[in-house]
């Protein structure tokens, strides 16, 4: 009896590759004949390049090629319109205008990484500047985007017979106005982004880190002027996503472009000072929020408005309502309102929980205040004002056990033990303090493809084109293969990272785990339908001539007739390596619902009472994210989410210079991201409560097939969700001190 | 730093055009000399390079170098020892983190001019073949990475940092590993394998 691995403490299937340095990221790959390119990038941020001198790098030793801006020897392609919204709106070096600090206005490439580098550092640049939008409160304001599903971005919702949310708000027994500021913040992901780029004929290879391979390849394809099929993106390892490497920006155009007019694989790595300009940001974003409640803490109102940064050059359309004001109370009265300035400054993008972190941490910490003004437990209020049903649509949730988190965390963490008053608990030179926040995150199922093989050595083969960036999704693919095929874990070897796969589903929204499953336990009934053809179509079989329907699978054999065996063996009988099937399952989910994984969180922090240092001491994180397909990658996933918070309330900032729009940080000494040091213990508990409406093609178990892997919902940003806030409630519960600018540094405390 | 003529060449073997030739002869005259060069003298590479001999995971290599090349572009570019990683190339993460001469070092601030004659242990060199260093094993048991690529920087200073005295508290072991920067934020699994590790390596 095979038990199914689902939900079990898995160790990843790419751990023993990962801790012995052979798995291979996008730089790790050889090349013959390779050359190596380095950037050079723009010293202002808004204006028009007068002269490039390129003659000193041409004559330095081991160049290859200079390509700079607007001199045309690199012909790369705009976007089509309908790709327009994954990518920057400009083409990088097809004209000499600069809009941003930091943006690649030309490439050196030459024979070893040290001359590229130092041959880059003699170029040299004139430029006409001119002053550039900076300042996100100068504005002018305008409305942000639509929502991806292309509906107006503010949402108003009112009770019969209230005129505006203004009016609601003053009708309201207590009000809670409060405005929040968050800096740019960056992704930072451990691998700077590396591109090796090799042509054969008219077709090229890229290694590369992309969450979305066969996506990259229809946008790199309209950069590069040649047809999606004509590129492979390969990225079996990546170091770290986070949404920086969702969509296709500079790099990969320029090595490929680079490794086609050359002649020569091009390897093209950007420095970690190049990634805080060239991959996406965070949105520097302000927000006021008003809570209009009665004297027992019952919502009345919540208005909720935006403005966030927007890049000239393209990016983030950032609407911090978006799954948190909309999504978790229960209000009569809903006010949602994003806009954006537009600046000029190096693109965004989407970076974990891209707009439900940053809104989460202005509603939770206005709930807070909220529950000071009203005198109720945090807890209590939230449970108060508990949604069945979607403030802004009406539509009931797929599943939700946001309340079972709440209790379940409280209980894990002591939380009754509490004392609202601030400054209430001291040690030593030590206050502490307590708080905590709700979490949502959407779940939207993506479109994805999966082949299945089985081989006649008893093992069998799950290939989709997705892409693992530490979410442990080589492993997620594996399990899931392994439940749906009744096999040991160890005869399913998983496929992803590559785009000559089945299209997989994107690395993005939380969306891998719940995308695939329902496309792997699909391939799964096609190709154990395929073997039973074989076995009744062909001559060499014992149950040749045979109805397929008297034959059954179970746990890797077939059974019929009175006689059994293995799949491997019936192939090896038949002489055949393999059978296979390809299944496809569309995005979407059924209607009717509104489809979220919840969360809540619990912070103890220390704040020293002297030198306001701030230490956080304990976390506890209980998730409701539907079936939990591997318990140790998912809690994983929600522990380096909810330090994600923690680091984003503490620690990162990165500044916009107003007068010269450079953003001020550029290094990881000077961008803090949190270290070991920084981080305790972290207490994360998971439901494991399948969602009934998310159980795939096949619904229950029907038999054959495992199905124990439907019903999961994503869990990959929801730790991010509402966990800043939970800090700065602590923080306001140890010190009495209410910061709502990020992050919360000492100095703010003094 | 060893100068093209400096008088280690001649007993070698090194030249400029490149190692391969005088290989063999070398080879065998220097028994244990297991040398896998790099063919960094092509016309182009070869003005201004500097002999460097350094033992990389037990193996011996006589190599041609850039000057300015540091000991992770060498391991990386010229050895194809790719598991050691480049996070930030100024020492602020701590991803290329490898062993000189036992300690630990960042690869991305050593020149590989100044390794001439010591040992480098690299994440590759750490297992006994196919079996895994407890350190390496106490990773995947705690699932201590996530997007991995931090990892074999982290399993070096882990090594090393037991080697430099175990650590007694799991305070001391955050403090001592703070070099090394994990996104993924796997920091306490890491925690908890560092102590495993630590234990099965007494």
């Known amino acids: 009896m095979t038990v199914s691995p689902v939900g079990r403490e898995v160790a990843r299937v790419d751990g023993r590759l990962k801790v012995t340095g052979a798995a291979r990221y996008s730089g790790d790959y050889p090349a013959t004949n390779m050359s190596y390119a380095h950037v050079v990038t723009s010293t202002v941020a808004r204006g028009t390049i007068r002269s490039i001198d390129t003659a000193a790098a041409l004559a330095a030793p081991g160049v290859l090629r200079v390509y700079a801006a607007g001199d045309g020897r690199l012909r790369l392609y705009p976007l089509a319109p309908e790709f327009s919204f994954f990518g920057e709106n400009y083409i990088p070096l097809q004209d000499t205008t600069v809009r941003y600090y930091g943006q690649i206005i030309a490439v050196v490439v030459a024979e070893s990484v040290e001359q590229a580098r130092d041959a880059a550092a003699l170029i040299t640049v004139a430029y006409d500047a001119q002053p550039p939008r900076a300042s996100l409160a100068d504005g002018p304001r305008e409305p942000s985007g639509p929502t991806s599903s292309g509906e107006l971005s503010s949402v108003t919702v009112l009770a019969p017979g209230v005129a505006s949310i203004d009016e609601a708000l003053a009708a309201s027994e207590v009000v809670v106005e409060a405005d929040f500021e968050q800096p740019v913040q960056h992704h930072a992901a451990m691998e700077p982004h590396t591109v090796l780029a090799e042509w054969d004929g008219d077709r090229v290879t890229v290694h590369a880190g992309a969450q979305m391979p066969t996506p990259f390849t229809i946008l790199l394809g309209q950069r590069l002027g040649v047809l999606p099929q004509q590129v492979r993106l390969i990225g079996r390892y990546v170091g770290g996503g986070f949404g920086a490497r969702v969509i296709v920006w500079s790099e990969a155009p320029l090595a490929a472009a680079a490794a086609r007019e050359l002649g020569r694989p091009v390897k093209l790595a950007l420095t970690r000072e190049q990634m805080f300009t060239l991959v996406g940001h965070r949105p520097h974003l302000t927000q006021r929020v008003r809570l209009g409640a009665s004297r027992n803490g019952v919502l009345s109102a919540i208005s909720h408005e935006s403005v966030a940064e927007r890049p000239a050059a393209g990016g983030w359309n950032m609407l911090p309502g978006e799954s948190t004001s909309d999504t978790l109370y229960n209000t009569p009265n809903l006010r949602i309102k994003p806009q954006w300035v537009i600046l000029d400054m190096p693109g965004s993008w989407a970076m974990r929980a891209p707009d439900e972190a940053p809104g989460a941490f202005a509603l939770e910490t206005a709930m807070d205040e909220l529950a000071v003004a009203t005198g109720v437990d945090p807890v209590e209020l939230r449970l108060r004002n508990y949604a069945t049903v979607s403030p802004s649509t009406g539509r009931p949730w797929s599943s939700k056990h946001l309340d079972e988190c709440y209790r379940d965390g409280a209980r894990r963490f002591g939380w009754s033990a509490r004392s609202a008053r601030p400054r209430a608990r001291v040690d030593g030179e030590w206050l502490f303090g307590t708080g905590m926040s709700s979490a949502a995150y959407p779940a939207a199922r993506q479109a994805a493809s999966v082949r299945i093989r089985l081989l006649d050595d008893d093992t069998a083969v799950v290939s989709t084109g997705t892409s693992d960036l530490g979410t442990g999704a080589w492993t997620m693919v594996a399990v899931a293969g392994a439940d749906a095929l009744g096999l040991p874990l160890e005869r399913v070897t998983p496929e992803i990272g590559d785009s000559a796969l089945p299209p997989g589903a994107p690395a993005v929204g939380s969306g891998a785990t719940h995308s695939t499953v329902p496309a792997v336990v699909a391939a799964a009934r096609d190709t154990i339908d395929a073997l039973k053809q074989l076995a009744v179509t062909h001559s060499g079989s014992p149950w040749h001539g045979a109805n397929a329907k008297d034959l059954r699978y179970k746990q890797g054999r077939l059974h019929g007739n009175g006689r059994s065996m293995t799949f491997g063996k019936l192939l090896r009988a038949l002489g055949s390596r393999g059978v296979d099937a390809t299944a496809s399952e569309p995005a979407g989910a059924p209607s009717g619902y509104t489809f979220h994984t919840f969360g809540a969180h619990f912070c103890e922090v220390r704040v020293n009472r002297f030198t306001r240092e701030i230490r956080v001491t304990r976390f506890t994180t209980v998730v409701d994210a539907g079936r939990i397909i591997n318990a140790r990658a998912a809690r994983s996933q929600i522990v380096g989410g909810v330090i994600f918070g923690i680091s984003g309330a503490l620690l990162e900032e990165n500044h916009l210079e107003r007068d010269t729009g450079r953003l001020a940080a550029s290094t990881l000494a000077d961008y803090l991201v949190p270290v070991n040091a920084d981080i305790p213990d972290i207490d994360v508990h998971l439901l494991d409560r399948p969602d009934p409406h998310l159980t795939g093609p096949l619904g229950e178990d029907g038999g054959e097939v495992g199905t124990r892997s439907l019903g999961a919902r994503g869990l990959g940003e929801i730790g991010t969700v509402g966990s800043a806030a939970a800090v700065g409630n602590a923080v306001f519960n140890a010190t009495g001190i209410r910061i709502r600018k990020l992050p919360i540094t000492l100095d703010k405390l003094l | ?202």
């Open chain 2, 1 to 202: 730093m060893n100068p093209d003529n400096d008088a280690g060449q001649g007993r070698s073997g090194v030249s400029r055009r490149g190692f391969l030739g005088a290989g063999a002869v070398a080879a065998a005259a220097a028994a244990p000399l297991m040398a896998t060069v790099a063919d960094a003298s092509t016309a182009a590479e070869g003005e201004g390079l500097v002999t460097v001999r350094v033992t990389v995971n037990g193996d011996r290599h006589a190599m041609r170098v850039d000057p300015r090349g540091t000991l992770l572009d060498t391991l990386r570019e010229k050895l194809e020892l790719t598991g050691t990683k480049k996070g930030c190339d100024r020492g602020q993460c701590g991803a290329c983190t490898v062993h000189v001469d036992g300690r630990r070092v960042l690869s991305c601030l050593t020149l590989a001019a100044t390794t001439n004659g010591r040992e480098v242990t690299t994440i590759e060199g750490l297992a006994d073949g196919e079996q895994l260093h407890p350190m390496q094993q106490a990773f995947i048991d705690h699932d201590g990475f996530q997007c991995g690529f931090c990892t074999p920087g982290q399993i070096m200073s882990a090594v090393a940092m037991v080697d430099e005295g175990p650590a007694r508290t799991d305070d001391e072991i955050r403090e001592r590993m703070s070099g090394n920067i994990c996104r993924c934020s796997a920091y306490p699994f890491i925690v908890d394998a560092v102590r495993d590790g630590q234990e099965a390596m007494r």
